[in-house]
């Protein structure tokens, strides 16, 4: 991964955006989450208070209900109690009796069973003993009140059950004095066989803590006055359990005047530990979410960078003029777009850079082509006029000649002479034209389906008394009906040259042989005249004009010169293969045409 690609980068910025988030929600809950958790609780409880105070307020006497419905709620005990330290009715099976200092508690429903010396066994009530008597402590294992331990109690008996006035342990005496008239009272004596409490061992030590917080309370606030009806909050640590402990109070005005207020103690988690264990977690959660931000930050930056990095890699062939690429759209993103626009800008591009390419090479080729035109105006200038040049020197001479009066005899032969040159002059001018017609790159073929076959034989009609006149003997190898696609009166002038050029420098009485025969889709034609062969260094020479071999080849043969240049003009606009080489007999022209249809270009 390159320090300066995109994909480094991305990996880069994200791996620190996601280690600083989770640094800082490290640092935020190791520093501020105490402070939070706090808040929040004080909160939670504060609207929960309210919520209890309205509805007390509102029907009174569903007191026992609803602290039943805040126990079960928020796991905490709540107290309504009277600000002129009256005892008020309690549920969840307590009730709190403020005495002088301090303020004490009991358990509804706290009895015990007893074993009495005359073995019969007797239940010892202890909720009316407590709320009438006035003690120190009601801590049962403090009195003495213990499984196994001797007791003596004094009280009323019924039915088996005893509500005791005065009770002596080896701990302590215990009396309710004075005693009511007219009531009878027995002495017990036994050992106890049984402490019986109503409520479960969990909720004992969750209350036993409650009443300490009271009782805390009370002690540093044992004048108790509200000048408003604000919540009073306040911190308790427990020594016993050694945990810390959040008080609400909370006055309930009437007529102005606080009667009654609300007190309830929430006990705080114990954060510091958590937070503590936290901190360890931490360390090794660390290690785990940095491992997981380098994968999520490499995969993502990979899935972010793909399309930019194909977008770079189809741009840098645009820029090199290859748009042969196109981008795949995979999304209706911002990316998708760019890569709908960079696909759209590429063919564009590609449409208009092959626009131009085309007119600038049709521009080239037309300058070819003028440069061309102009070669072969002065070409045909340069060469007519010196291929002119001999026969209107003849013409000349034997024109002055018939000026000057010469004889009869004489006058027509120099005439004969002038309208021989006059010809060879008319066939030369033809012959340029044609050929300047041929290379000028603007003459189109007029194609047709015919047979060579009749063709060859047309030509070779035609010149029947030429070959006559020579005696020559024409070998025909000719297959029957060898269909062609040809400009027909092309090819008709270059069998013809082919044929003339063969008869001309044939010797007397030789022969000359002409093939023509199907290939596959070629149709070949070859003609072999018997006579001098061509110089090997000068064989390619013999298709440029004016070209002759002056050994064998020259003007009192006849000719132009131009006959065989035209023949490969017009050979190449049909695409054909064609050629001359020396045989044993002498020299063999030829050519292969298409046997199927195609189209001609210029």
């Known amino acids: 991964m390159r320090r300066n690609s995109i994909v480094f980068k991305l990996f880069i910025v994200t791996t620190l955006f996601f280690s600083i988030f989770v640094g800082l929600i490290v640092f935020s809950q190791t520093l501020f989450f105490d402070t939070f958790y706090m808040k929040k609780k004080e909160n939670g409880i504060a609207n929960e208070v309210e919520l209890f105070r309205k509805k007390f307020v509102d029907n009174p006497s569903v007191l026992d209900q609803l602290t039943n419905e805040y126990y079960e709620k928020n796991n905490a005990f709540i107290s309504v109690l009277n600000v002129d330290k009256q005892s008020y009715s309690e549920g969840m099976g307590f009730t709190i009796v403020e005495v ?153 005005f009437e007529n102005n005047h606080a009667e009654k207020y609300i007190f309830t103690m929430h006990s705080l988690q114990p954060v510091n530990e958590a937070i503590d264990v936290m901190k360890d977690y931490y360390i090794y959660a660390a290690f785990v979410f940095l491992i997981l931000i380098f994968i999520l930050s490499m995969y993502y930056s990979r899935i972010i960078s793909k399309p930019l990095i194909k977008i770079n890699k189809v741009a840098t062939k645009m820029s090199n003029l290859n748009f ?21 800008l590429s063919s564009k591009l590609h449409e208009t850079i092959t626009n131009l390419q085309t007119a600038n090479q049709k521009l080239q080729e037309d300058i070819e082509r003028e440069r061309r035109l102009e070669k072969m105006r002065k070409e045909f200038v340069s060469g007519i006029s010196h291929e002119l040049k001999t026969p209107l020197s003849i013409i000349q001479s034997y024109a002055e000649g018939i000026k000057d009066g010469v004889s009869v005899d004489k006058s027509d032969y120099y005439t004969e002479i002038i309208i021989k040159e006059s010809n060879k002059m008319n066939e030369l001018i033809s012959d340029m034209l044609e050929l300047s017609r041929l290379e000028s790159g603007f003459y189109h073929l007029n194609i047709e389906k015919f047979s060579i076959s009749d063709l060859v034989n047309e030509v070779q009609t035609k010149l029947q008394l030429n070959i006559n006149e020579k005696n020559l003997k024409i070998k025909n190898d000719i297959q029957i009906d060898c269909i062609v696609y040809a400009d027909r009166k092309k090819m008709e002038l270059v069998i013809l040259n082919f044929y003339s050029n063969a008869i001309r420098y044939t010797p007397d009485d030789k022969e000359i042989h002409i093939q023509v025969k199907k290939v596959k889709d070629q149709i070949l034609f070859s003609i072999e005249n018997q006579g001098a062969s061509l110089p ?67």
């Open 100 to 252: 002088p200092d301090p303020p004490v508690i009991f358990e509804n429903g706290l009895q015990f069973s007893m074993l009495s010396e005359e073995g019969e066994l007797l239940t010892v009530s202890l909720t009316e003993f407590f709320l009438n008597g006035e003690f120190d402590t009601i801590n049962l294992g403090t009195l003495g009140i213990i499984e196994g331990k001797y007791i003596e109690v004094m009280g009323t008996r019924d039915d088996g059950k005893v509500t005791p006035v005065y009770i002596r342990t080896s701990n302590a005496e215990l009396n309710t004095y004075p005693l009511k008239r007219n009531v009878k009272h027995e002495i017990i004596r036994g050992k106890i066989n049984k402490i019986d409490i109503n409520i479960g061992e969990e909720t004992k030590f969750k209350w036993d803590l409650y009443m300490r917080a009271f009782q805390q309370y009370r002690k540093d606030n044992y004048s108790l006055t509200f000048p408003t009806d604000e919540t009073v909050l306040m911190s308790y640590y427990d020594k016993n359990t050694g945990t810390d402990n959040l008080i609400l109070v909370q006055p309930i």
């Open 324 to 344: 042969t690429e196109e981008l795949e759209i995979k999304s209706e993103d911002e990316i998708g777009n760019l890569s709908k626009s960079i696909n759209k």
């Open 536 to 602: 090997d260094d000068e064989i390619d020479k013999i298709w440029d004009r004016f070209y002759r071999v002056e050994s064998s080849r020259n003007k009192e043969t006849g000719g132009t010169g131009l006959g065989l240049s035209i023949v490969k003009n017009i050979l190449e606009l049909h695409h054909a293969q064609y050629g001359v080489q020396n045989t044993e007999k002498g020299v063999c022209f030829y050519f292969s045409l298409n046997g199927k249809e195609f189209t001609s270009s210029p």
